[in-house]
């Protein structure tokens, strides 16, 4: 699992490479509660490249959620391959996060 | 070399024969009885020749005269037996010297020539035994190379008695070289005197006094040929003089070199004694740090040996906290030293900078008040850290009231101390570690026999349904759960959840959403009609939130299903809060379907706006249908090159089971997944109900 940053003016996207299980989540908590994250309007979450997604690696995403509404900071998905939409859907997550089909519609959320 | 054992036993005869035989031939020349007659000069020399050649022989196939390191033992044995002899020999010539004024003595040959035969013998036992004595302390520890020279001395030493039997007299320009050369040969040999370094201090004056006696003895004979072998009334032959000058040198010349090695190893005999006594310490550390069961005994015998091994007047071990495994209360050891004057000389030692490692200072000034005493000043400091492969576990203090006390000697043999206390000290943590780990191992058992009886056993029955279940954990526990109850007015209610996570604390979460299913599925006594008794699916899932809000953590979810079956209408009611999909045997349509429903996981949004994200799905069922429910673990079970089970599949499998029992078509889509799964660990735990609908008959009266 891999976690790229691409910081931008004011949109900080993340592009996530391989499997996000219970040891690479760490990763991404990491990255998610780094402080200065919160100053960004939008954090864009890539998942093309995002092939599996574990209850440990949702549970990332789902402890940060109120913490990025709190602050106004928009957490978008896209590009998500349909294996890994249908996990989120599961859970119901679909209706709480924003999980758009392409980068050109996530930028314009 | 092999001697048969009749022939050694014939050489003690065969030398008293000979003796006799040597005692008549010296007799019949002193012309005392006529009836002798007068021997020829060979019966003589062969006679001597023999005697000396069958008393050597005897004490050279006699077993080693040096028993372990028995030295001092050998050389008082040597004293005892050959010493004996010389004074006796002494005692004999002065007898001889006192008879010879009486008249009945003087001029007798035959008295004369007996002593002179007698001594004679008692010489040559005592230089066999000398000799063969010197052999064992030559070739103690001796190399093969050492072995085969002295054997050459041997043979080299019999040659010369040879000489004499045969009759040849080598001239003078080549028996003295012969002679000088075998000396030095023998000088060579008295060189090696490696017994002396084995000998304690104490033995070590025995023994230079026991070879001082020996050397005198040797004297004592040699004086006494000398003096006789001219005296104009010995009509003796001649002695077989190269042999026996040989031999007598050696072994004065042995005793010699042994007492002056003896002598010049006192004053180093401290060190190496010293040195010796640090191997032992180390040996004994070695067996007694096995022996210690705890690692403050470990460090205590670390302390004390180093003390005793450098002689130190006070010494302190400060351990690190964190990292020496001190199972003692105390982190410091001390010796001949107060905590409080512990305290003192660190103070001063760091108005001293020293550096950090393992050092060795020779020229300290640091002063020590003792309570009503004069203070003790210290000039010397070894320092040296216990270091491990990973942790510097502390650092040893010993401290000498002279200065310059201290040598990097003292330094390495330390270091192999504190090297050997902190394996051991790491030997002890592998035990411990290993003996929590076995513990751990045991809870964990615990655990899933607690958690088992979590499970239900005994599945509710009834004329109405059917029910099997399966679970599986992934771990020792797991964090699967499902749960039967009955509910008044013929309803059963069923739930399935899963933990995110696995292992220990997805087992505590599964064990407080077991409490919150049963305090929640109370009844109300306050609801107005019998249906409201008991909360429906969505409000269970809403009030099941707002419990785990207090005990779920931040990261951690719960996903449920529950359904409520009431078989007297013949439906059911459930909610899906992020579980998996039911899969549902639709018997008159005959149909296999997912429940398509919307519906949050537990624990996401922990606020009142959850009730938003969940809804109720009513739903009749007919006698046949077939309701599968499972988590996640079973549609996401790996197998070859990473596939997943999937929803799709486990539909499959059951167009094709429907019509069978539940028990059966939970194995029949057990044995699937087996198949798939096959070689692959499972990575997540599995749970499966199936649930058959029967056709709705009358209860049985009771």
Known sequence: MKVTAQPSADILTLLLDGELDASSAIVLDTELAKPDILNYRKVLVDCAKLSYISSAGLGVFISHLQRFQDAHVKLVFFNMQEKVFNVFEILGLDALMTIVPSATEAEAV | MFVPQRFLSLLLPLSLLSWVALLLSALSHSGADPWLGRWPEWATQLTQGIFVLSIFLHYRYQPSPLQGQAFVRLLRRLVVGPGLLALGCVGLHLFERLAKDQPIFSGNGLFFTSIYTLNLGLFVIFLARTNYAWRALVLFRSSTR?????????????????????????????????????????????????????????????????????????????????????????????????????????????????????????????????????????????????????????????????????????????????????????????????PTQADALREQLKGHELPAGKFITNGLNIRLGVEGGTPRVFRSLLQLPLRGLHYTYGML????????????????????????????????????????????????KIASQVQNSLIPKNLPTDNWFDISSHSLAAKEVGGDFYDFLHLPGRRLAVIIGDVSGKGVTAAFHMAQMKGIFHSLMQENPLAKTERDKFPVPSRFMAQANAALVHCLEKSSFITSSLYIIDYEQGGFVFARAG??????????????????????????????????????QFYDYSPGDVMVIYTDGIVEARGDGGAEYGEDRLKQRLEECYYLAADEIKSFILNDLNAFTKGYPIHDDQTLLVIKFKSAQPPPLA
């Not at chain 2, 550390?285 to 002689?311: F, M, N, P």
Request: glycine share 4%.
């Open chain 2, 397 to 444: 203090h010993l401290l000498k009231v002279d200065p310059h006390t201290f040598d990097r000697e003292d330094l390495n043999i330390l270091q192999t101390f504190t090297s050997q206390a902190v394996l051991s000290i790491e030997n002890l943590e592998l035990v411990r570690t290993s003996l929590e780990n076995q513990r751990t191992q045991e809870e964990l």
């Open chain 2, 146 to 338: 050492l072995q085969r020279e002295w054997t050459l001395f041997e043979i080299l030493l019999g040659a010369t008695l040879l000489f004499r039997l045969v009759g040849v007299n080598p001239p003078n320009y080549l028996g003295i070289p012969i002679v000088v050369t075998l000396g030095l040969y023998g000088v060579y040999l008295s060189g090696h005197q490696k017994w002396v370094a084995y000998l304690s201090q104490r033995d070590k004056w025995r023994a230079a006094l026991l070879q001082a006696v020996l050397l005198f003895g040797v004297l004592v004979f040699v004086q006494y040929f000398r003096l006789t072998q001219y005296d104009p009334q010995l009509i003796a032959p001649e002695a077989q003089y190269a042999f026996l000058l040989l031999t007598a040198f050696f072994s004065a010349f042995y005793a010699l070199m042994g007492l002056l090695v003896t002598f010049f190893n006192m004053p180093i005999a401290d060190i190496i004694e010293q040195r010796r006594n640090e191997i032992l310490r180390l040996q004994r550390l070695t067996q007694i740090i096995q022996r210690g069961q705890t690692s403050a005994e470990v460090y205590h015998i670390l302390l004390e040996s180093a003390v005793q091994t450098v002689q130190a007047e006070a010494a302190w071990l400060d351990l690190e906290p964190g990292q020496a495994r001190l199972d003692a209360a105390a982190s410091t050891f001390y010796h001949n030293l107060l």
């Open chain 2, 579 to 616: 579980h998996c999909h039911t899969l549902y045997y639709h018997a008159m349509r005959e149909e296999v379907f997912y429940f398509e429903s919307t519906g949050l996981g537990l624990g996401i949004i922990r606020n009142e706006t959850y009730e938003k994200h969940i809804k109720n």
